[in-house]
């Protein structure tokens, strides 16, 4: 048996929820589901204040973490500003 549920959400929001649904290959509906499921499983409501990194950016930190490792695409130390300066020219 289902039954309708009314919510207030901002339009922005609901647009973009809507096409990160549809993106994943889901009717909204099916992910308001889901949470609601784990709502009343886990009787837990979760937020979060930091933002959470993109799989895109996880990526990014992980080539410049091998690059530190390898030490590639690393600037050297400089003594002073006009050395620093010098290697940039150099460049």
Do not use: C, W
């Not at 409501?45 to 933002?51: A, D, E, K, N, Q």
């Not at 993109?54 to 600037?75: F, M, N, Y």
């Amino acid at each position: 048996m289902k039954a309708i549920i009314n919510i207030k959400a901002d339009k922005e929001t609901k647009e973009k929820a809507h096409k990160v649904a549809r993106e994943l290959g889901l009717p909204l509906s099916t992910i308001i589901n889901a949470y609601l499921r784990q709502f009343t499983r886990n009787k837990e409501i979760y937020f979060s204040l930091s933002p959470r990194m993109t799989p895109g950016l996880e990526k990014i930190i992980g080539g410049a973490k091998e690059d530190l490792k390898a030490k590639r695409s690393v600037s050297p130390v400089f003594s002073s500003a006009k050395a620093m300066d010098d290697y940039l020219d150099s460049l």
